[in-house]
């Protein structure tokens, strides 16, 4: 895994629940939309921490897999789930979300979550589409464009975030509804970005600024990666967005 792996793992060890915009709460939002209910069964992509998948279990009493590319993820997630008492109804497992380990047909919802804009998007959903029960749902939660990025831009965050690439939350819905999803809706929320910059620091409190000034000191190839994330988000507000897309299979 490249250095966004290091950056995450950096993220949540210095106090970050989530790393998605909106939090849990946009999470909770999506997860309605797809029509999550009790004792469905419900994937994961990209769990991170595993917070997503701890969460809807025991709010909804839903089965819940989560998957991550990172060995490192997949031990905290396990981890968090046993310190739940969630082991049984939460599982975690180290997979490629472009060649998920199950059957055709296995979950009635997928969920990812600023996941699938650091995967190849086609071979990303194709597994997604296959891995859902027919009827079920997939709801993706990522940043978008607004509105079209200069090539500069798209290189930068190319660069900047592992072969991160986006696109604005219509272009979302033509690429799921091309790739076959029925009844595809999307939810800007690029409203709530001010408002979310200042709930991510304070959701890091002092006590994690201090552990994240502290890390970074040892590790100036992270400290670079974090200074140039800043400046994109400082220099091309206007362009980025947040939203989410939620479609079914037919
Ligand atoms: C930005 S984090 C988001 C984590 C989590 N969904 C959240 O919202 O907190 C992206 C996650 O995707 C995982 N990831 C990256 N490439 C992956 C792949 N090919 N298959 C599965 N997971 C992957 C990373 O390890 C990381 O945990």
New binding site residues.
């Given amino acids: 895994?490249g250095k966004?792996?290091d950056i995450?793992e950096l993220m949540y060890s210095c106090g970050f629940e989530?790393?998605?915009p909106g939090g849990i709460e946009k999470t909770d939002e999506m997860a309605r939309m797809c029509g999550i209910e009790k004792n469905q069964k419900v994937l994961?992509?990209?769990?991170?921490?595993g917070?997503?998948a701890c969460y809807l279990a025991q709010k909804y009493g839903c089965e819940v897999v989560g998957?991550?590319?990172?060995e490192r993820?997949v031990a905290y997630a396990k981890e968090m789930a046993r310190n739940k008492g969630l082991l049984g109804w939460v599982d975690f497992i180290r997979?490629?979300?472009?060649q998920l380990p199950f059957v055709d047909e296995s979950f009635d919802i997928v969920l990812?979550?600023?996941?699938t804009v650091?995967?190849d998007r086609e071979k990303a959903f194709s597994e997604f589409l296959r891995v859902t029960k027919s009827g079920g749902a997939i709801g993706d939660l990522e940043m978008t464009w607004q509105k079209a990025p200069p090539q500069e831009l798209m290189d930068r965050v190319y660069e900047a975030w592992d072969g991160f690439t986006t696109q604005t939350l219509e272009e979302w819905q033509k690429f799921c509804e091309q790739m076959g999803m029925v009844g595809v809706q999307v939810v800007d929320f690029s409203e709530a970005i001010p408002d979310m910059e200042r709930d991510m620091k304070s959701e890091l409190g002092l006590k994690g600024k201090i552990k994240l000034f502290g890390k970074l000191l040892f590790r100036p190839d992270l400290r670079r990666s974090m200074n140039e994330s800043s400046k994109i988000f400082k220099n091309y507000t206007e362009y980025i967005g947040y939203g989410y897309i939620v479609g079914k299979k037919s």
């Fill in positions: 895994m966004m792996a995450d989530v790393l998605h994961d992509v990209g769990a991170g921490k917070v997503t998957i991550d590319a990172s993820m997979a490629d979300a472009c990812a979550e600023c996941t650091l995967l």
